[in-house]
C-alpha cells in the first residue's frame, strides 16, 4: 500500500523527471478519462513516465500516454500540476509534470517495448482508484478545470 512514506524524499536520493498526462474524451454529453493497467494488475494508474533527452515536457507525455495507453491522436490543452514522490522501487525521487489532452480516439494499442500495458476508459465522476494517491489529488483538484476545458474544445 501506497503511504505518506512514498511522498518525503529522503537525503540523498538522484531525482527523475517525468511527465504524463489526463486523457480525456467527450461521448454523450459525458466525460471518460483514460487510465492504465500493468501487467494485467488490478490497480489502474495514469499514463506517465521518464523524459528523454532533447525531448520536452509536452513531447515525453505525449510519447509516454501513446507508449502505455496506445492513444496517439491528442490535443494538448493545459498543464496540471506537478507531483513529487519517491518511485515504487524507493531509489528515486519522481518529479512528474502533468497534462490535460483530449481524444476522439477510443481503441489504444499500447506500444511499450518493456511492459504489458491495458488502455481502459472510466466516466470521469465514476472513476475508480487509483494506485497512486497524487494522481487521485491532481484529478480532483483540477476537476472543474478539466470539466471546463474538455467540453470547450470537443466541440471543435
Known amino acids: 500500500m501506497i503511504d505518506e512514506s512514498w511522498y518525503h524524499r529522503p537525503l540523498a536520493v538522484p531525482e527523475e523527471t517525468s511527465a504524463g498526462g489526463v486523457v480525456a474524451r467527450l461521448e454523450n454529453n459525458q466525460i471518460y478519462i483514460a ?6 494488475g488490478v490497480e ?12 520536452s515536457l509536452e513531447q515525453a507525455a505525449h510519447r ?9 491522436n491528442l490535443q ?5 500540476g506537478v507531483r513529487e514522490r519517491l518511485d515504487f522501487s524507493k531509489r528515486r525521487w519522481k518529479k512528474t509534470h502533468y497534462f490535460l489532452f483530449t481524444t476522439k ?9 518493456d511492459l504489458e500495458y491495458e488502455l481502459h476508459w472510466f466516466p ?9 494517491p497524487e494522481q487521485q489529488e491532481l484529478i480532483e ?9 474538455v467540453g470547450k474544445y470537443s466541440e471543435t
Open 105 to 113: 480516439q477510443v481503441e489504444g494499442n499500447p506500444t511499450d517495448p
Open 35 to 40: 487510465l492504465v493497467r500493468e501487467n494485467r
Open 141 to 149: 483538484t483540477n476537476h472543474t478545470q478539466i470539466v471546463e476545458l
Open 76 to 80: 494538448l490543452i493545459t498543464e496540471l
Open 64 to 72: 509516454e500516454i501513446e507508449e502505455e495507453a496506445g492513444i496517439a
Open 124 to 132: 470521469l465522476e465514476q472513476l475508480p482508484f487509483l494506485f497512486w
Open 44 to 55: 489502474y494508474v495514469l499514463p506517465k513516465g521518464h523524459v528523454e533527452a532533447n525531448e
